[in-house]
């Protein structure tokens, strides 16, 4: 099954982080390579390939069953960053602020439709217009920016996203291969920083971060220093760029208190 390829289309790339979203587009790609790209690389162009070929539908009917009854998992990343930037008419059209206070009004029948009249308005729209229609929000709209992407996004809380590491650590979600692949990729996170930057490099740690404009997360599997199995997953968002480093060391400081402490 990982080394099924799925040819890259116009729908998938998006900005951001990522490599996924420098390849012609028709390069078939292993779902291997797509999984290494998103867990490694948070590659956003990677993930929507993902999305698309798993089905959102799909992805939400599962969340209950992998202990996340109140995530909503829906958006791919082209879909979340264009309503952030208000493309549809009715989010404001234009102020990312504006498009966040909207956002939180609707509900989630509501949001999965704008979601999928913003990807049908904007499939003809190529990654140079993406990015340049980006740069002009961030400039007009320095500080609405980063507040929107961090609101006009899918929804998950920490505790549920530990709750799934707990249940991936006592083989509850995946068995066998599968849970040893997930675990090595996890693995290959960078450990230099968030969670896993003062844990010894001798301690097993498996994680991933996340990021966004105005968002700094990061979710861990690791044991603590006297063997007792953690599961941390810390979400925090609506900072500015100047506040990123305090918050990915204030992780840092967590994660080491617990691994220490516990």
């Not at 291997?32 to 929507?48: C, E």
């Not at 960078?190 to 971060?209: C, E, G, V, W």
Request: net charge positive.
């Amino acid at each position: 099954v990982l080394q099924e390829k799925v040819a890259l289309k116009p729908s998938d790339l998006c900005p951001g982080s990522g490599q996924f979203q420098d390849k012609p587009l028709g390069t078939k790609v292993s779902l291997d390579n797509a999984l290494r790209a998103i867990i490694t690389d948070s590659d956003n162009t990677a993930s929507d390939l993902l999305v698309r070929y798993l089905g959102s539908n799909n992805l939400r009917s599962a969340l209950p069953s992998w202990g996340l009854p109140t995530s909503q998992v829906f958006l791919s990343s082209r879909q979340s960053w264009l309503l952030s930037l208000g493309a549809h008419p009715q989010l404001g059209g234009g102020d990312p602020l504006q498009a966040a206070q909207i956002w939180r009004t609707l509900n989630y029948e509501q949001r999965q439709k704008l979601a999928s009249e913003v990807e049908r308005e904007q499939a003809s729209l190529s990654l140079a217009q993406f990015k340049a229609r980006d740069q002009k929000a961030k400039e007009k709209y320095p500080f609405s920016h980063f507040v929107a992407a961090s609101q006009v996004d899918n929804l998950g809380t920490p505790s549920e996203f530990s709750r799934i590491l707990g249940l991936l650590h006592s083989g509850r979600i995946l068995k066998g291969p599968w849970r040893t692949y997930a675990l090595t990729r996890l693995a290959q996170t960078d450990r230099t920083q968030r969670l896993a930057r003062f844990i010894p490099a001798s301690n097993p740690f498996y994680h991933k971060t996340g990021s966004n404009q105005g968002v700094v997360n990061d979710c861990a599997l690791f044991p603590s220093r006297s063997g007792q199995p953690l599961a941390l997953a810390v979400f925090i968002y609506g900072i500015s760029p100047q506040e990123r480093e305090e918050a990915s060391l204030a992780l840092s400081q967590m994660a080491y208190t617990a691994w220490y402490e516990l």
